[in-house]
C-alpha cells in the first residue's frame, strides 16, 4: 500500500467550552437580554423547552431556534452587530483559554491550515474567528427576512454533531490524501468529527468524551489555566 502523501495539515478547532472557558451561546443570548432587558418577559416558556428538550421530545436544533427566536427575534442586524461587538470584547478578555490561544499560534506558525467549527451562530462566530486568525470558519448559519430582521431560525442545517463534520468535508473534500488532519474539541457531541481525523484531542472533556477518548486512545489535554 502506498504511504500517504501529506501536503498540508489541516487542524480544526472547536470553539464553545474548547477555545473558550464555556459555553458562548447561552453567555451572547445573556448579554442580549443585558442590552434589552423587557426581552426578558418573553422567556418564561424557556426552562420548559430545556425539559423537552431533555426528555428527548425535540432535538438540538429546535432548543437552539427556540431560544434564539424568543431571546433575540426580531432584532436589526445593526442591533446584533453591536452586541456581538460588545460580547466579543468581552470575551477575549475574560473568556478564552490561554493554552488555546498558544496552541492556535503553534500551529499557525508551523503554517498548518486552520479551521474553527462550531455549533454557534455565525454572527458572533465567524468575527471571532477572523480575529484569532482562522483560515476557514464552520458554523451555524442565522435566518434573516426580507427587512433584516433576525428570524431565529436556523439557515441549513445546525453545524453540530454529523452536520458540522459534513461541513467541514465540504470545505476540505474528500480526497484526505492530501492533507493530515487534527481536531481539538471539548464535546462529545463531535465524536464523528474525531472519528474522522487522524489525530483527536480531547480539551478539557465531557464525562461522555472522556469514556470515549480512553476507550479510542484519543490524547485528553487539560487547558485550564
Same mark, same amino acid.
Given at each position: 500500500?502506498?504511504?500517504?502523501?501529506?501536503?498540508?495539515?489541516?487542524?480544526?478547532?472547536?470553539?464553545?467550552?474548547?477555545?473558550?472557558?464555556?459555553?458562548?451561546?447561552?453567555?451572547?443570548?445573556?448579554?442580549?437580554?443585558?442590552?434589552?432587558?423587557?426581552?426578558?418577559?418573553?422567556?418564561?416558556?424557556?426552562?420548559?423547552?430545556?425539559?423537552?428538550?431533555?426528555?428527548?421530545?425535540?432535538?438540538?436544533?429546535?432548543?437552539?431556534?427556540?431560544?434564539?427566536?424568543?431571546?433575540?427575534?426580531?432584532?436589526?442586524?445593526?442591533?446584533?452587530?453591536?452586541? %456581538? !461587538?460588545?460580547? +466579543?470584547?468581552?470575551?477575549?478578555? #475574560?473568556? @478564552?483559554?490561554?493554552?488555546?490561544? *498558544? &496552541?492556535?499560534?503553534?500551529?499557525?506558525?508551523?503554517?498548518?491550515?486552520?479551521?474553527?467549527?462550531?455549533?454557534?451562530?455565525?454572527?458572533?462566530?465567524?468575527?471571532?474567528?477572523?480575529?484569532?486568525?482562522?483560515?476557514?470558519?464552520?458554523?451555524?448559519?442565522?435566518?434573516?427576512?426580507?427587512?433584516?430582521?433576525?428570524?431565529?431560525?436556523?439557515?441549513?442545517?445546525?453545524?453540530?454533531?454529523?452536520?458540522?463534520?459534513?461541513?467541514?468535508?465540504?470545505?476540505?473534500?474528500?480526497?484526505?490524501?492530501?492533507?493530515?488532519?487534527?481536531?481539538?474539541?471539548?464535546?462529545? %457531541? !463531535?465524536?464523528? +468529527?474525531?472519528?474522522?481525523?487522524? #489525530?483527536? @484531542?480531547?480539551?478539557?472533556?465531557? *464525562? &461522555?468524551?472522556?469514556?470515549?477518548?480512553?476507550?479510542?486512545?484519543?490524547?485528553?489535554?487539560?487547558?485550564?489555566?
Amino acid at each position: 500500500m502506498p504511504e500517504k502523501s501529506i501536503e498540508q495539515t489541516v487542524v480544526i478547532f472547536d470553539l464553545d467550552s474548547t477555545i473558550t472557558k464555556k459555553d458562548t451561546y447561552v453567555a451572547f443570548l445573556l448579554s442580549i437580554l443585558k442590552a434589552y432587558p423587557l426581552r426578558f418577559f418573553r422567556c418564561g416558556f424557556l426552562p420548559f423547552a430545556i425539559l423537552i428538550h431533555k426528555a428527548g421530545i425535540r432535538d438540538n436544533s429546535w432548543l437552539k431556534e427556540t431560544f434564539l427566536t424568543t431571546i433575540a427575534g426580531g432584532l436589526s442586524q445593526s442591533q446584533l452587530t453591536a452586541c %456581538s !461587538d460588545q460580547f +466579543l470584547e468581552k470575551l477575549k478578555k #475574560k473568556g @478564552i483559554r490561554s493554552k488555546a490561544l *498558544q &496552541k492556535i499560534q503553534q500551529h499557525h506558525d508551523a503554517n498548518h491550515k486552520l479551521i474553527l467549527a462550531s455549533a454557534s451562530f455565525d454572527f458572533y462566530v465567524k468575527k471571532l474567528g477572523h480575529q484569532l486568525g482562522f483560515d476557514a470558519i464552520a458554523c451555524t448559519l442565522s435566518s434573516w427576512n426580507k427587512h433584516n430582521k433576525l428570524t431565529g431560525k436556523i439557515d441549513g442545517q445546525n453545524c453540530y454533531g454529523k452536520y458540522k463534520l459534513k461541513r467541514l468535508i465540504e470545505i476540505l473534500g474528500n480526497d484526505k490524501n492530501a492533507i493530515t488532519t487534527i481536531a481539538y474539541t471539548d464535546h462529545h %457531541s !463531535d465524536a464523528p +468529527l474525531l472519528e474522522w481525523v487522524d #489525530k483527536a @484531542i480531547a480539551v478539557n472533556p465531557t *464525562q &461522555k468524551l472522556h469514556r470515549l477518548a480512553l476507550k479510542k486512545k484519543y490524547i485528553i489535554a487539560d487547558w485550564d489555566d
